[in-house]
T-cell receptor, first 109, second 113 residues
Framework: KAGVTQTPRYLIKTRGQQVTLSCSPISGHRSVSWYQQTPGQGLQFLFEYFSETQRNKGNFPGRFSGRQFSNSRSEMNVSTLELGDSALYLC????????FGQGTRLTVV | DAKTTQPNSMESNEEEPVHLPCNHSTISGTDYIHWYRQLPSQGPEYVIHGLTSNVNNRMASLAIAEDRKSSTLILHRATLRDAAVYYCILSNAGGTSYGKLTFGQGTILTVHP
């Protein structure tokens, strides 16, 4: 089985722009979670989707949003980027345990 | 969310067993104990999980205390590739927060040649 695929792997954006990150879960997995990882805050939960519905949401501002499609692929969007949004964004596909992708490294300049 | 407590760091020598402890005194009856590890510049990697009984897989063993208030991840023969941050996390498989994993600071494992 192919693992979790996140695209792109690296991204550089300017403050004020918006960005969309993509995640393809393991085939057959219907639940996808997103996390932000920074040196200062560690790994923080953003949101979880199951069958196209947001099931859980972390404590992030409304600039962070996501969605899930009928094929379980998920996207997350960050609008009006700030310097503090620079981070590694990780997606996990859930079935028993959580299986993480390699992440998207976002740098906001 | 029920909380876990782990030592900040541990050291081991290559080819020796490593026992990584985790305390979770407020665990609820439906909380599963999960372990993940994260190597530098990679996403977290699932290691093992269990509910009440000890569990073994090709990567590690999980020993769960009888009262479930603590657990130990056992790496039977540490290798240099096992050097990583190890996270112990509780996940309520039957609850609405199933997909929400709360990561603490984890234990930084250093393996010496």
């Amino acid at each position: 089985k192919a693992g979790v695929t996140q695209t792109p792997r690296y991204l550089i954006k300017t403050r004020g722009q918006q960005v969309t990150l993509s995640c393809s879960p393991i085939s057959g997995h219907r639940s996808v979670s997103w996390y932000q990882q920074t040196p200062g805050q560690g790994l923080q939960f953003l949101f979880e989707y199951f069958s196209e519905t947001q099931r859980n949401k972390g404590n992030f501002p409304g600039r962070f949003s996501g969605r899930q499609f009928s094929n379980s692929r998920s996207e997350m969007n960050v609008s009006t980027l700030e310097l503090g949004d620079s981070a590694l964004y990780l997606c996990a596909s859930l079935s028993g345990g959580a299986f993480f992708g390699q992440g998207t490294r976002l740098t906001v300049v | 969310d029920a909380k876990t407590t782990q030592p900040n760091s541990m050291e081991s020598n290559e080819e020796e067993p490593v026992h990584l402890p985790c305390n979770h005194s407020t665990i609820s009856g439906t909380d599963y104990i999960h372990w993940y590890r994260q190597l530098p510049s990679q996403g977290p990697e699932y290691v093992i999980h269990g509910l009440t009984s000890n569990v073994n897989n090709r990567m590690a063993s999980l020993a769960i205390a009888e009262d479930r208030k603590s657990s130990t991840l056992i790496l039977h023969r540490a290798t240099l590739r096992d050097a990583a941050v190890y996270y112990c996390i509780l996940s309520n498989a039957g609850g609405t927060s199933y997909g929400k994993l709360t990561f603490g600071q984890g234990t930084i494992l250093t393996v010496h040649p």
